[in-house]
């Protein structure tokens, strides 16, 4: 009989990847996806632990579970908690003593390890089963080759930990050292995803252009590389990173963005703040001015790169002038997108010690402003794609009949009707499709567009110089 997992994903793009692959590991012992815990033999809560509270949340969602496991053990049925992620390898066996109902505390690199902790949770419901090692051999060596179809734009992990040490942030001791997959599995895993329908390829890692992965002839890739390989598969249209860090960002990476029309314009190369003296104290190894002239290369190369950044306010000492500082660097780059945070003290990192800490209505005025200003960009840069032609990557049904939506080379979404009375591409647009498209509106999140007309003469932006591709 089939059972059903329901997966829970909280925080980034790395944790939605790991959730498919443990729908992957679960498969093969007959689990099905659930679209609520209500339908599910089996629950797993894969969590986030980089800001504010992530803990509690996971502990009051984890109350509602044990609810419902006993009403199905009441019931005479299987009901295994299973928490996976950031949180289950913070807290580990705290968490086993905190909420003794759970079945499985498994950190993020042993999910491969899933079933044999599942048997254990089944042979001693009493105890839990537990497993937050990082073990010597890589989790991606021991996931399922066979992954479901993840569909035109997928993901695909690798590179995962950092050994950054960033002083307010948690992902080293969390998901632990940086550890790079060979090449040649990151080429079969793109290739796979290919044949499978994928167009587009974002690239993940928790710092990835770290990436420093050993090629078949003993030697050792760096990104740019490994995206110049991936450009070289037939089918695979668009290539993105993320996310990344200014310190590895080396010459044949900046070269790639140069070089390599597959490769997106746009860039994820978070800065967190515009002060010298902050960067130092968050350990940043870089400067505001070294991250200016950074942005200043890839740009030269590459003159129509976007940018987004994630931005902290409120790290602790953030004076007036260190905050108006971000400020000056945020309309200096000038921002497609960006994520805003308040600073929030992690456990056991340098910086949750740190004397002057931020008051909390500080941090709200300043995250406020930077706000303002990120969707003053923000909206800037969609507003200028109006009247602009660029090629979208048709991936998913709009909202509304008769639409599609696909994302442009900038990642912003953009919606075009499909049935257009008499239009001569009305019959052959479809999913998997890249087209030219004419941007015709813009909206806070996404903008509105129409295939031009046939033999019209439009004002072109780059961007995506692989037409040669798009299917007839
Ligand atoms: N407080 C606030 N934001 C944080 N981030 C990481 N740790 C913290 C923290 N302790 C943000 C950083 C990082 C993004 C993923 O989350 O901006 O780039
Ligand atoms: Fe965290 Fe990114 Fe710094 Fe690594 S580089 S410590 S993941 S913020």
């Known amino acids: 009989m089939t059972k059903r997992v329901y997966i829970k994903t909280y925080g980034c793009q790395m944790n939605e990847y790991d959730s498919a692959r443990m729908a992957d590991v679960l498969a093969p012992l007959g689990f099905a996806a659930a679209d609520s815990p209500e339908e599910a033999d089996m629950v797993v809560l894969n969590t986030c632990h980089i800001r504010e509270k992530a803990a509690e949340k996971v502990y009051s969602e984890l109350g509602r579970l044990s609810r419902l496991k006993r009403q199905r053990r009441a019931a005479g049925g299987e009901f295994l908690i299973a928490v996976a992620g950031c949180v289950a390898q913070a807290e580990g066996e705290e968490m086993l003593r905190r909420a003794p109902f759970v079945d499985i505390v498994c950190g993020p690199q042993a999910y491969h390890r899933l079933p044999e902790l599942m048997e254990r949770a089944r042979n001693e419901p009493a105890r839990g089963a537990i497993d937050t090692d990082f073990p010597a051999e890589s989790k991606f060596d021991h996931l399922p080759e066979a992954a479901a179809p993840q569909g035109i734009a997928a993901f695909l992990s690798v590179q995962e930990g950092c050994d950054k040490f960033c002083t307010f942030c948690v992902v080293p001791y969390t998901r632990g050292a940086e550890l790079s997959r060979p090449a040649a599995a990151v080429l079969a895993e793109a290739r796979r995803l290919v044949a499978q329908g994928a167009r587009e390829i974002t690239l993940l890692g928790q710092n990835v252009n770290a990436y420093h992965g050993e090629a078949t002839d003993g030697s050792s890739w760096g990104l740019g590389r490994l995206v110049r390989a991936l450009a070289a598969i037939d089918g695979l249209w668009r290539i993105r990173y993320t996310t990344s860090h200014p310190r590895d960002m080396d010459d044949a990476l900046i070269a790639a963005h140069r070089d390599v029309p597959q490769l997106m314009p746009f860039l994820h190369l978070p800065v967190q703040s515009g002060s010298d003296p902050v960067l130092e104290r968050m350990n940043r190894r870089h400067t505001a001015d070294d991250y200016r002239r950074l942005v200043e290369r890839l740009r030269s190369g590459r003159p129509d790169l976007a940018l987004s950044s994630d931005f902290i306010v409120g790290f602790p000492g953030e004076s007036d002038a260190d905050f108006v500082a971000t400020l000056r660097l945020i309309e200096d780059v000038g921002y497609a997108q960006s994520f805003s945070f308040k600073y929030s003290p992690r456990p056991g990192t340098p910086a949750a010690d740190m004397p002057d800490q931020v008051p909390e209505p500080v941090k709200a005025a300043r995250l406020a402003e930077l706000q303002a200003l990120l969707k003053r ?14 090629t979208v990557l048709f991936d998913r049904p709009g909202r ?48 509105a567009g129409a295939l031009p007309e046939p033999g019209g003469q439009e004002a072109s932006r780059s961007g995506a110089a692989v037409l040669e591709h798009v299917p007839a």
């Not at 960009?377 to 660029?390: I, K, L, S, T």
């Not at 994302?407 to 999913?431: F, K």
């Open 377 to 390: 960009q923000q909206d800037r840069f969609n507003h200028a794609a109006v009247g602009q032609v660029m």
């Open 400 to 447: 509304l009949p008769g639409q599609l939506v696909g994302r442009s080379p900038w990642l912003q979404p953009v919606h075009v009707p499909v049935h257009v009375p008499g239009h001569v591409n009305d019959a052959t647009l479809g999913l998997g499709m890249m087209r030219e498209v004419r941007i015709v509106a813009s909206h806070a999140n996404s903008l």
